[in-house]
């Protein structure tokens, strides 16, 4: 680990440091007796995979108290890497909260509209540093916005959120023909759902959109989202309590909340990536068989053995190191740069076109 961190009440850090140090054990002692969680992960993934997982648990125990479970969850947290060359800049008073994360060398002209995950009620540290890792990683500016999190804001407060964040990046002097609009997990669904809403909003659509993890239907859909509890570090009960924080105890629908039920045709490329052991994987592959029909422009890239939000790993897994290349060659591509942008084994779902 490149830097741990370890802060806030006493209780907590010293319950999370013993809930790491358990399943450290307990994961090195399966391992001496051959019996990985998962044959092809490492030590660290089944590690970090099993303490998040335990991490969130507790947490959503914890969820009476919202801002006691949030200061739980970031109490004790690793990090692989740090990113010493890239800059963080808050937005200035009277501008969407939010953060630029600006490499100071840049491999590309495009910028990154990036909406954090957190299920809509996380903003972690991690997350704070993943917005730096695409900065650092794909060479581009990132501007991360602080949207408003449930319960506290239901629906609509974050898609008004991304939607002002998307106005002020084109204020700033972004040209949408350079603009990359992304999220992971719920950021994900924000990324999306944003999307949908652009030509109602009266904006211009984005070069790409990334979906890294999405989440595409705030309901019940297919086998992964609770089969593969055992593999992911979130869990299918938590996308429900997620989608019921979201609604807020409005009269709404899982299809008005859901991209899955939205239009994307016309609304440029959309490139997503999942792990086939995330609870998620299923409603992703539905999500891009439904914009293929809308002859929309997608593609789905799927890591067979990899869970949620992989790409966290950074340089550290083959898997993460790879899933963020194509990202970057993604970028290239839809920007008219030259690219390797190509579907290959991990492709599922390919509907690009030129």
Same mark, same amino acid.
């Given at each position: 680990m490149k830097k741990t961190i370890i802060q806030g009440r006493f209780s907590h850090k010293l319950r999370s440091m013993a809930i790491s140090g358990w399943i450290a054990t307990r994961?090195?002692?399966?391992?001496?007796?051959?019996?990985?969680?998962?044959?092809?992960?490492?030590?660290?993934?089944?590690?970090?995979?099993?303490?998040?997982?335990?991490?969130?648990?507790?947490?959503?125990?914890?969820?009476?108290?919202?801002?006691?479970?949030?200061?739980?969850f970031d109490s004790v947290y690793a990090l692989l890497e740090t990113y010493p060359d890239v800059d963080i800049r808050p937005t200035g008073q009277g501008e969407p909260r939010g953060h630029w994360f600006l490499p100071r060398v840049r491999h590309s002209d495009a910028t990154l509209l990036h909406f954090h995950g957190g299920g809509y009620t996380f903003y972690a540290?991690?997350?704070?540093?993943?917005?730096?890792?695409?900065?650092?990683?794909?060479?581009?500016?990132?501007?991360?916005?602080?949207?408003r999190l449930t319960p506290e804001h239901p629906h609509p407060a974050q898609l008004e959120d991304g939607l002002a964040a998307y106005a002020h990046v084109l204020e700033c002097g972004v040209d949408p023909a350079t603009l990359v609009l992304c999220g992971d997990s719920a950021g994900g669904h924000l990324a999306l759902m944003t999307l949908a809403r652009l030509r109602q909003a009266? #904006? /211009?659509?984005?070069?790409?959109? %990334?979906?890294?993890?999405?989440?595409?239907?705030?309901?019940?859909? &297919? @086998?992964?989202?609770?089969?593969?509890?055992?593999?992911?570090?979130?869990?299918?009960?938590?996308?429900?309590?997620?989608?019921?924080?979201?609604?807020?105890?409005?009269?709404?629908?899982?299809?008005?909340l859901s991209p899955i039920c939205q239009d994307f045709s016309d609304l440029g490329p959309i490139y997503l990536q999942a792990g086939g052991k995330e609870i998620l994987v299923d409603m992703i592959r539905d999500f891009a068989t439904t914009v293929?029909?809308?002859?929309?422009?997608?593609?789905?890239?799927?890591?067979?053995?990899?869970?949620?939000?992989?790409?966290?790993?950074?340089?550290? #897994? /083959?898997?993460?190191?790879?899933? %963020?290349?194509?990202?970057?060659?993604?970028?290239?591509?839809?920007? &008219? @740069?030259?690219?390797?942008?190509?579907?290959?084994?991990?492709?599922?779902?390919?509907?690009?076109g030129g």
């Open positions: 994961v090195l002692v399966r391992r001496a007796l051959s019996r990985p969680l998962v044959a092809e992960w490492p030590f660290l993934v089944e590690y970090g995979t099993l303490y998040i997982r335990a991490q969130f648990n507790h947490a959503f125990r914890l969820s009476s108290d919202i801002a006691e479970s949030r200061a739980y540290g991690v997350s704070h540093h993943f917005a730096a890792c695409l900065a650092n990683t794909l060479g581009v500016a990132v501007f991360a916005p602080d949207y009266g #904006l /211009p659509k984005p070069a790409l959109t %990334l979906g890294l993890s999405p989440w595409t239907d705030i309901g019940r859909r &297919g @086998r992964s989202q609770f089969g593969n509890d055992p593999y992911d570090l979130v869990q299918g009960y938590m996308t429900l309590q997620f989608a019921a924080w979201l609604k807020g105890g409005q009269a709404l629908s899982d299809a008005e293929a029909a809308q002859c929309g422009q997608v593609r789905l890239d799927v890591w067979e053995h990899m869970v949620h939000e992989f790409h966290g790993y950074g340089d550290y #897994l /083959p898997e993460s190191r790879d899933a %963020l290349a194509r990202l970057r060659e993604a970028i290239a591509w839809a920007l &008219g @740069r030259p690219n390797r942008f190509a579907a290959d084994a991990c492709t599922e779902c390919d509907h690009m």
